[in-house]
């Protein structure tokens, strides 16, 4: 039996985060089938959101079907599979056993309130403003909510409304030669294109090793200081308690705040209390000095933060994915602008977030009766 997983008739499922407010679990198989399935399916938030990805099968045969090792591995003419859980991921690795007829390898791939964010490589002006996209990261895929959750105060922790990342698929040979896969996912197909010089010229069996991962934060970076940037985000009717992101400051002397404003007029709506970095990477949060009162339209949540030496990359360093709304304003490091000016246009996903607590609405008091006819009593 593999390790920490469930059986059930030929699925295996595992719970690998069990925090109630952020839960996520994979099922390796269809626990609709009786039958075993060449499928990974990750589960977030109690099942609210989800995505599977399941081999197209066009081989001859009957499948073998192991599990041994904390691996389940699926083999069938041409093609053998591997799952299995490394830290905040889940791998799904093919093997190809001979050199096939196609240099692309199909999966069906079905979803459930996510979208798929193509991650392209970064432009040149994205590069000189101090933008790090890691290899393994170009050609991915980030996977957020379809419609971001609210984070209400002690609810669901949706955070950013980030599900999870598809990883750029890495190819190698069996004598040790290296490429990237060319990953498309469109109207529910996962392909992955091998390059051809390296099918060519590899030493079979070759394997990719494709990635699910759990992060809730973006796979890039950007460097900035004197600059309020931020995203496009759809708010909720509450009162606002506090803003989070995803940040590295750069150095443990920088300080940063966080603001909101109004997408219609450019109005400040509130903003935070400052915080020192400690060169620690990590969700940073910081309560509103004056709770703001949100309600349903279109804010900017962003971040701002001082310079205050001369090497390269300092500022923070903020973590996004591409497929977003963002919008950043040049200003030295003071109080924020009311309003600001922002320059929009930009496709940036900021891990960034706020955290409300609920409208109350007082209950209305119907149908009071007046008693009249009182008596007086005389002794």
Same mark, same amino acid.
């Given at each position: 039996?593999?390790?920490?997983?469930?059986?059930?008739?030929?699925?295996?499922?595992?719970?690998?985060?069990?925090?109630?407010?952020?839960?996520?679990?994979?099922?390796?198989?269809?626990?609709?089938?009786?039958?075993?399935?060449?499928?990974?399916?990750?589960?977030?938030?109690?099942?609210?959101?989800?995505?599977?990805?399941?081999?197209?099968?066009? @081989?001859? $045969?009957?499948?073998? &079907? *192991?599990?041994?090792? !904390?691996?389940?591995?699926?083999?069938?003419?041409? +093609? /053998?599979?591997?799952?299995?859980?490394?830290?905040?991921?889940?791998?799904?690795?093919?093997?190809?056993?001979?050199?096939?007829?196609?240099?692309?390898?199909?999966?069906?791939?079905?979803?459930?309130?996510?979208?798929?964010?193509?991650?392209?490589?970064?432009?040149?002006?994205?590069?000189?403003?101090?933008?790090?996209?890691?290899?393994?990261?170009?050609?991915?895929?980030?996977?957020?909510?379809?419609?971001?959750?609210?984070?209400?105060?002690?609810?669901?922790?949706?955070?950013?409304?980030?599900?999870?990342?598809?990883?750029?698929?890495?190819?190698?040979?069996?004598?040790?030669?290296?490429?990237?896969?060319?990953?498309?996912? @469109?109207? $529910?197909?996962?392909? &992955? *294109?091998?390059?051809? !010089?390296?099918?060519?010229?590899?030493?079979?069996? +070759? /394997?990719?090793?494709?990635?699910?991962?759990?992060?809730?934060?973006?796979?890039?970076?950007?460097?900035?200081?004197?600059?309020?940037?931020?995203?496009?985000?759809?708010?909720?009717?509450?009162?606002?308690?506090?803003?989070?992101?995803?940040?590295?400051?750069?150095?443990?002397?920088?300080?940063?705040?966080?603001?909101?404003?109004?997408?219609?007029?450019?109005?400040?709506?509130?903003?935070?209390?400052?915080?020192?970095?400690?060169?620690?990477?990590?969700?940073?949060?910081?309560?509103?000095?004056?709770?703001?009162?949100?309600?349903?339209?279109?804010?900017?949540?962003?971040?701002?933060?001082?310079?205050?030496?001369?090497?390269? @990359?300092? $500022?923070?360093?903020?973590?996004?994915?591409?497929?977003?709304?963002?919008?950043?304003?040049?200003?030295?490091?003071?109080?924020?602008?009311?309003?600001?000016?922002?320059?929009?246009?930009?496709?940036?996903?900021?891990?960034?977030?706020?955290?409300?607590?609920?409208?109350?609405?007082?209950?209305?008091?119907?149908?009071?009766?007046?008693?009249?006819?009182?008596?007086?009593?005389?002794?």
């Amino acid at each position: 039996m593999i390790k920490n997983y469930t059986q059930k008739n030929n699925t295996f499922t595992k719970v690998t985060k069990d925090n109630p407010k952020d839960f996520i679990e994979v099922e390796v198989g269809d626990i609709k089938q009786e039958d075993f399935y060449p499928q990974t399916k990750i589960k977030r938030w109690d099942n609210e959101c989800n995505f599977s990805v399941r081999l197209k099968d066009k @081989e001859q $045969g009957i499948a073998k &079907v *192991t599990n041994k090792d !904390d691996k389940v591995t699926w083999d069938k003419g041409n +093609i /053998k599979i591997e799952f299995y859980e490394v830290e905040d991921a889940h791998k799904f690795v093919w093997y190809l056993k001979e050199k096939p007829t196609t240099n692309k390898v199909s999966f069906t791939i079905q979803s459930k309130g996510v979208k798929f964010y193509y991650q392209p490589e970064l432009t040149k002006k994205e590069i000189e403003d101090g933008c790090k996209r890691p290899e393994n990261v170009v050609g991915s895929y980030a996977v957020y909510m379809e419609t971001p959750g609210t984070n209400w105060k002690g609810g669901t922790e949706y955070k950013a409304g980030k599900v999870g990342h598809i990883y750029r698929p890495h190819l190698y040979d069996s004598n040790g030669l290296e490429a990237w896969g060319d990953l498309h996912i @469109e109207n $529910g197909l996962y392909e &992955v *294109t091998i390059p051809q !010089d390296f099918l060519d010229n590899a030493v079979f069996p +070759i /394997k990719s090793n494709d990635t699910f991962g759990f992060e809730s934060i973006g796979g890039s970076t950007e460097y900035s200081y004197n600059k309020i940037r931020g995203s496009k985000f759809s708010g909720g009717a509450g009162t606002g308690t506090s803003i989070t992101a995803y940040i590295n400051p750069t150095r443990s002397s920088i300080k940063f705040k966080y603001a909101i404003y109004k997408s219609s007029d450019d109005s400040l709506v509130g903003y935070t209390g400052e915080l020192t970095g400690s060169s620690t990477t990590q969700w940073w949060k910081s309560d509103f000095v004056s709770d703001p009162t949100l309600t349903a339209i279109d804010y900017y949540l962003v971040e701002w933060n001082d310079y205050y030496v001369d090497p390269p @990359e300092v $500022g923070n360093s903020f973590y996004y994915d591409s497929g977003g709304i963002s919008a950043y304003d040049n200003e030295t490091y003071n109080s924020f602008p009311n309003p600001w000016d922002p320059t929009t246009g930009g496709t940036n996903k900021y891990s960034i977030y706020a955290t409300y607590t609920a409208a109350v609405t007082d209950p209305t008091i119907t149908g009071i009766s007046t008693i009249t006819g009182i008596s007086t009593i005389t002794l």
